[in-house]
């Protein structure tokens, strides 16, 4: 380890010594030693369109020569304008309104404090939200609260406000029971809503699929009736897409893939390609309204110090045309996932196989017990490397995530790579 670093989500005295990357190009990594991997999860999944796309790189450097900051507040740029512009009319009605911040967990606290501050600018105090078992919204306060009491918050979990927590529908190939579980969810949420709804400021929730909690998957359906339940009962509902938006899930984003217009959507992780830290929390004009006002205390007083930094905004406008560029691509993955997953479909270490666009998951069954510190995890690491590939399963959740470049040969080569790991790790670990 590094004397001097202290590296995230890593028992620093326990831990392997981590790889010193050197370059990368496309879906490839290289090493310092010229080992090369195929970056089969886009590098915490923000890596879109593969490494170092040209277009964002000379976006960035074009951008960086003629405005790289300004402050946001009393001022503005064309670069944060054209973004908001471009950004609401790809997203459509009811989006109208652009919020930004630089990552992930921000860009749900943003959400959080709109929906929370929505009904206290109209007279309501409303002192909880609806969230997902299994849910992952980030790390800091807030969006550790809407996340599921987990590993990662333990420690904090006395400092973390109230939330509610639903089971989250989570379904796979050929599973069915999909439309009882969601039927007892719906239920289980119309109960909270009817009896607590002026109450709960509103339903946060991964769309179609819940990324750090398992890449677990829910149908489009639930999402419908979601919808409908709190249009009906009054509440606001709101989409964490940090990781589903930009093409992840085989459309746009996953409200357009579903059909379903949250109140909120948040918006990170491949909205620069990968190449900056940026995010962005987007609401309807209605939200905005309830703001808009001559009293100060109605204010939304939230801002950072990188807000809309036209270096972000370039690298975001330079990704909007790359998503038309890798459109056919992003849509057409799915089906090219399950053509691949269908030969591990009778392994023996595998269940509950899933694809959901250009993501797909599957659990390994092992003798020890799920989550997150299941020590598959790691074996499966290393013997990827190995085989020249960067994966990196949730416990004994292994999942595929790649950049939207990667070629058919080099997807085979993924799924080759799983299928012989998993072959030799039968004969120790799985059942
Ligand atoms: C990664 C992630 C976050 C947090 O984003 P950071 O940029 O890591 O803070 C929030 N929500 C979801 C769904 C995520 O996948």
Redesign the pocket.
Known sequence: MHPHIWYPFTQAKTALEPLKVKSAQGVWLELENGHKMIDCISS???NTYGHCHPKIAEAIYQQAQQLEQVIFAGFTHDPAEQLAEKLVAKLGAPFNRVFFSD??????EVGLKMAYQYWVNQGQARSTFLAFDG??????FG?MSVGARSLFSAVFSNLLFNVEFVPFPSTYWGDRTAEETEAKVLSILEKALDERGDRIAGVMI?PLV???GGMRMCRPQFLQKLRAIAQSFNTLLIF?????GFGRTGDWFACHKAGVSPDIL?L??GITGGFL?F?VTVCSEEIYHAFYDDEPLKTLYHGHSYTANPLGCAAALAGLELMTEYEPQFRSMEAKHHAQLAQLKDHPAVEKLRVTGTIAAMDLVTQERSGYLNTISLEIRQRAIAKGLLLRPLGNVLYILPPYCIRDTELAQIYQGIGEILTDLSKDFLI
């Open positions: 915490w999944w923000v990552n992930g967990s921000t860009a749900v849910a992952y919204h980030g790390d800091t969006a991964e819940q990324g750090a964490d897409e940090v990781m589903t948040c990170s992780k830290p995010a």
